[in-house]
């Protein structure tokens, strides 16, 4: 690969000759000259002695150091700071939508004992201890159809793939929380859901953050009665908010487990709020529904493993990428410099072709996870990268976005070097805008996720093949990305993952290269300037913080670069070697610090 490579890139000069492929971990900064100390950085991680929490709002990460206190593990940590996300976040905090864990644990895995595993082997053992991922994604429900959001004439009806009760899909969040939790927990269920029952039943005070985001959103929540009654009109900040109805949910769920939800009362509100709106999510639905334990999928970067979720996920995209990168000298070239930043737009355009046609749920279609993974497919990749030059999206082929403001990740660091990293969604902020009524929950609008027709884009701009058209039981793509890496050594070190649609990916990406390949500290890493491209539309998005003449060589090799508003909310953390862990909560989204045990 090299010797194909090599050439383009002396004759390019743009571009500095791929470096080692082996780097030690605490290297700081490829480039000699180049080298900051952490102490000497802009920006500082939280640091704790033992464990801690980094989620997009303090008294939820809160919750989640409290049960670390109260010596739950980091999987505890993370269901504790779910569920009360779900109450202090509830544009994307959710028990109405779904979402993805990977989890590492040390030592020997509880779950075959707790019955978990029953013929499956999700479980890949790593650094003495044990990783596996868990899959709460919605499903569809038994009557959707491939058609379901075409208008008469043959067009894509936006409104009823986003806001009517046809774009939610069956909810796995409150599965798959209590899935992780009976089987890698160590705390009783009811122990890790008293702050978030806490938090329903006597409120809060409302950050500037929700109030804004709730002023947002108002349009969507304004058109369903229980929404409006429980949001509107948008509480200023400081006021107090409580959800008693959610709080009822919540004890009911704590007490009964995923019973709690996908039966009885809830489940009963939830089926004949459907039945009155013409939505199709049935009681067999929710019964039906099973969150899953699944193999995370691996690749090595540099020397260092990287574990992160698989299709539905956007784990595949995110590995390819780092693939087809691995060799780039990219500190070399610089952080922020067109040099780096051209072939890391040109590898996201390469990878979103393979992804917008090929991926879609494994349960249901064949997915060539390994082909897509491979190096010689990987190296095809990266022959196909011009080093000079922009390759224009239709001479690339494939098949773009409004950044959706809200999904959430939370990561979770416990004393023992456990990790936990955690998106979960609603899809859009609120999701649909609708609540089930007296259950005190919103819903997701998952289904948009969905090919709703072939190469007509969703609300990402992402235009999707046949392989993710709707179907029942089927799991939406996804590009939710939650990630570890580890030591070349195999012990745990990173845990991340962001927020933000289709930037999911390139978000995490340039989270882990600011980190392994520049040496950015986490909360460098975290909060450096970030850029995005998807093939379609066919340009580069970027943050502020992108220089001028990086731009004009962008221009200059042909990309069309737009200034686009912030992107993602990569809350990390990182386990020091030394013992203790780091924390870093994006600035971008921050409405508190990392919380230490
Ligand atoms: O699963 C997905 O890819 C999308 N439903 C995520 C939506 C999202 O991140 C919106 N927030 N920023």
């Known amino acids: ?287 039906a529904y099973r969150a899953r334990l699944v193999r995370p999928l691996r690749r090595e970067f540099r020397g260092h493993p990287v574990l992160s979720m698989p299709p539905p996920g956007g784990g595949l995209t995110l590995l390819q990428l780092l693939g087809i990168l691995e060799p780039f000298d990219l500190a070399g070239s610089g952080l922020n410099a067109a040099a780096s930043l051209h072939p890391m737009a040109e590898a996201m355009n390469l990878a979103y072709r393979d992804r917008n046609a090929l991926l879609g749920d494994p349960d249901q279609v064949p997915v060539p996870v390994e082909r897509l993974l491979s190096a010689a497919h990987l190296d095809a990749l990266r022959r196909r990268l011009d080093p000079r030059r922009h390759i224009p999206a239709p001479a690339l082929e494939a098949a773009a976005a409004r950044e959706g403001t809200n999904t959430t990740h939370l990561s979770v660091a416990d004393r023992q070097g456990g990790l936990a990293a955690l998106t979960t969604t609603l899809n859009f902020p609120y999701g649909n805008g609708i609540s089930v009524p007296g259950m005190g929950f919103l819903l997701n609008n998952e289904m948009d996720d969905f090919t709703a027709l072939p190469g007509s884009a969703n609300a990402f701009g992402l235009r999707q093949g046949a392989a993710n058209a709707i179907a029942p039981g089927r799991r939406p793509l996804s590009s939710m990305a939650p990630t570890l890496v580890f030591r070349p050594d195999g012990r745990p070190w990173i845990a991340t993952g962001s927020p933000g649609g289709s930037r999911i990916i390139t978000t995490v990406l340039q989270v882990l290269l600011n980190r392994m390949v520049h040496g950015l500290n986490l909360a460098g890493a975290v909060a450096a300037p970030r850029i995005h491209s998807q093939l379609w539309p066919d340009r580069i998005d970027a943050e502020e913080g992108l220089s001028p003449d990086s731009r004009r060589l962008l221009e200059a090799m042909g990309h069309s670069v737009r200034q686009a508003p912030a992107m993602g909310a990569a809350n990390s953390v990182e386990v020091l070697a030394a013992g203790g862990s780091l924390g870093a909560v994006d600035p971008r989204r921050a409405e508190g610090p990392a919380v230490a045990e």
């Open 1 to 287: 690969m090299k010797a194909v490579l090599l050439p383009l890139l002396l004759l390019a000069g743009t571009l500095a000759v791929p470096g080692a492929q082996a780097q030690a971990p605490a290297v700081l900064a490829a480039s000699e000259s180049n080298v900051l100390l952490e102490g000497e950085q802009r920006f500082r991680p939280q640091w704790s002695a033992r464990g801690l929490v980094a989620a997009q709002e303090p008294l939820a990460s809160a919750a989640g150091a409290a049960i670390l206190r109260q010596g739950g593990n980091a999987v505890d940590g993370a269901v504790a700071t779910a569920f009360a996300l779900a109450v202090t976040l509830p544009q994307a905090g959710n028990l109405g939508g779904g979402g993805f864990l990977l989890l590492w644990l040390p030592g020997p895995s509880p779950a075959r004992q707790r019955g978990c595993l029953a013929g499956a082997a999700p479980e890949l053992a790593i650094g003495g201890g044990t990783a596996v991922a868990v899959n709460f994604r919605e499903t569809a429900p038994a009557a959707a159809t491939a058609t379901l959001f075409l208008g008469p004439d043959g067009q894509v009806d936006r409104a009823r793939a986003t806001r009517s009760l046809l774009s939610t899909a069956v909810p796995g969040s409150v599965a798959g929380l209590a899935l992780a939790q009976r089987c890698y927990g160590r705390l009783p269920l009811p122990q890790v859901m008293a702050p978030a029952i806490r938090l329903a039943a006597d409120g809060f005070p409302v950050s500037k953050e929700l109030s804004d985001s709730l002023a947002a959103a108002a349009p969507r929540l304004q058109a369903d009665p229980v929404s409006r009654r429980q949001f509107l009109p948008p509480p200023l900040p400081g006021t107090r908010l409580r959800q008693s109805e959610l709080a009822a949910t919540l004890r009911r769920i704590a007490a009964e487990g995923e019973n709690g939800f996908y039966r009885g009362p809830v489940a009963n509100a939830l089926v004949a709020a459907m039945a009155r709106g013409g939505g199709l999510i049935s009681h067999n639905d929710l019964r």
